[in-house]
Each structure stands twice: as structure tokens, then as C-alpha cells.
């Protein structure tokens, strides 16, 4: 076994992809394959199709339906876990006890009792792991991200600030304390059908999708989340409220009868007299931070229409997406409406995965920041089957 973190470094490793199915196809494969530091050595799956387009398409060295092999195998250097949340601790514990770094993809299990077998198991192993809630990986939210913590560790007060008060302001704990929200337009027309299958998806979106947002909240507040009240209507609308053991609050709400003609996440952070948005990853918004520029545009993905909205920035990414739609619509193909993306970190977070594992970069999403988000998204679902606010010391 040539283990990246003990073996001698080298210019490529080599990845093995278990679970390949639609996210790793359309996200994880493609980004393996155009890195210049990785190669897609193999491919485990047990849909033979699956395999079969691995092979054609995107060029594997070798495929399996047996991810014993795949893991075994002294040439592969890295795991990237993308099966569904029904087969996770058991390859992790293959992965641990091989000794080989692993991205898993989140959410980390269906059940708070697997989950927390598989942090056991990372930290006893103390291999490298990754999980994927990848807007971490983001640019637009790590220059958020930045540009937030460092004015809430050292708030510069911008000069035209109304301080009514002056001398005789009073004194408040909640003084400086942050506050976020983020909002999610979604369509779920789009969804496949095992989304609302009970054994499948037990949980529903409150899940699946949930953990994104709970650690975009806990990541951004910097703080330790106490008590969560949610409220759902069906399984397509609900709102989430975080409350931190140091004042902070965070509010989520979540909209699937959307669409995709309008951005799908805006995310609002206030706090010490600043504001940072970023609206859907094209762009970050600032006000009332001295120094930081009020406008901070990001390129786009697979962008089809470069001569239109060529403003940038979510103004911009609306005119590209009215482009998008009419084309789709005239050749009648849906998926055409999907071009200019914004760029949600997929590939960056496992270039910086690489980089943790070689020694170069910080930890991208260890195994405990992607528990507890979990958590606290687990605390949400058993506030609605409650009807009450649910305690974090509870989950």
C-alpha cells in the first residue's frame, strides 16, 4: 500500500470511486478525471451499466462490484465514497482498517447510532476523512467566510454608523453576538422518487439536504448550536431555527414547490454592525465593513452564453439563466436550462481534501464538524415530530 500521508509523495494519486451513481457521475468522476494530481484508477458499483459508462466515458482503469477489492488494492490511494447513506460504515471500516484516506459524501448515515459508530471509527483509525458538504469548498463562501470571522474577531465600525446614543448607549450581552439566515428555493420536480421512499430516505430533505445548511450555519457562527424548533408542512416546506449557547441564531427556510429560473440559495450573515451576503455562490454583497469591497463577483460553470449578462454576478447569472430556459425550451430538452452554474465546490473540495492529506492544506470537513450539523439537523426533525423545541444534549 502506497498511503499518501506515509509513502513518498508523488505527482498523481490514485482514486477509487464506490458508489457510482448519478452524484459521482455528474460531480466526483469528472472532477477526479480533469484533475491534474488524480487519476480515476477504479471505479465499484454493483450496477453493471454504471460501470460499463465509467469505463467508456470517463476512462477508468478498472472497475469492481466489490469494494473490498477496490479498497484493497495496493495501487489505490484515496477513497471517494458515493453510495447512498445504506452503505457507509461498512466500507469506512474497510477504508480504516486499509489505512486510506476517505471523502465520504453526506449525510454521514441515516441513523445518529451509525453515525456515530462511524466517527468512532475514524477516530480510532485517525485516517484522513473528508465529508462532503462542499459549499465549504466554494470560492464565493470561503471569501464569505474570511471576510465575516475576520470582522467579527476585529469589527472595524464604518464612520457613518448612527450611534444614537453615544456615551449613554446601554449595555447589552447580546452586544456584537451574529446573527444568519439562509433561504432555499428548490424544485422538486426534480428529485428522484426514492427521495420520498420512508426506508430509503426515512427522513426526507430534512435530512438529505438539511446538513448542508446546519453547517454552513454552525461554520459561519463559529459557535456551539444549544436548542433547534422547526416547523414542517409536508415534506416539500419548512423553517428551522438554531439557537448557539453563546447568543448567536440562525434561520432556515426551506421552499421545494420553487424553481430553478430564480437562484436557489441565498445566504445573509449579520453581525457587529456588518453584513455579508452571498446570493447563490455568484456573489458576495458587503455593507458596513470598512475596507472589504461591496461587490464581489464569481465566474461561472459551463457557461453556454458568454455574451449575455456579462455583468457577472447574480445580475448576470440571471440573464445567462433566461438564456438557458429559452433554449431549453425551444429544443425541448430540460436540461439545457442548466448552464453558467454557480460554482458549489464540488471539485475544490476534493483538491483541498488532497492537499490535507499531503500535509499542505488545513482540514477541509473533518468527520466531527459533519456530526454535528447532522446533529443538529437530527434535532430539527425531532423538533417536528415533537411540536417542541428540541435541546442539542437530547440528540
Known sequence: MRNPVKGPMKDRYNFAVIGC???ARYAHIPNIVKSPRMVLHTCCDVSQEALAECRSQFGALHTTSDFHAAINDPEVDVICLATTEKLRLPVIAAAAKAGKPIYIEKPVARTLKEMYEIQKVIRESGIPACVGHNR??????????????????????????????????????????????VRINDDWWSWKSWVFDKEQAPEGQMLFEMTHYTDMCNWFLDAQPQQVVALERGQLNSGVVIAYKTGEMATLSMYANGTFGYPKELYEMFGQGGAVIVDHMTEIRTAGIPGVPDRIPFPFLKDRHPNVGTEGGIYGWLAKKRAACAEAEQKG???????????????????????????????????????????????????????????????
Open 21 to 23: 451513481g448519478a452524484l
Open 136 to 181: 465549504r469548498s466554494s470560492p464565493a463562501m470561503i471569501e464569505a467566510h474570511r471576510i465575516f470571522r475576520s470582522h467579527m474577531a476585529n469589527p472595524k465600525q464604518a464612520p457613518w454608523r448612527w450611534d444614537r446614543e453615544g456615551a449613554d448607549r446601554p449595555k447589552l450581552p447580546s452586544d456584537g453576538v451574529a446573527g444568519m439566515t
Open 333 to 395: 430538452d430540460p436540461m439545457l436550462a442548466f448552464a453558467a452554474e454557480p460554482d458549489k465546490g464540488h471539485a475544490h473540495a476534493m483538491e483541498r481534501f488532497l492537499d490535507e492529506i499531503l500535509g499542505k492544506g488545513p482540514k477541509v470537513c473533518p468527520i466531527d464538524d459533519a456530526v454535528l450539523a447532522t446533529r443538529v439537523a437530527f434535532a430539527a426533525i425531532q423538533s417536528v415530530k415533537t411540536g417542541r423545541a428540541v435541546n442539542m444534549d437530547e440528540v
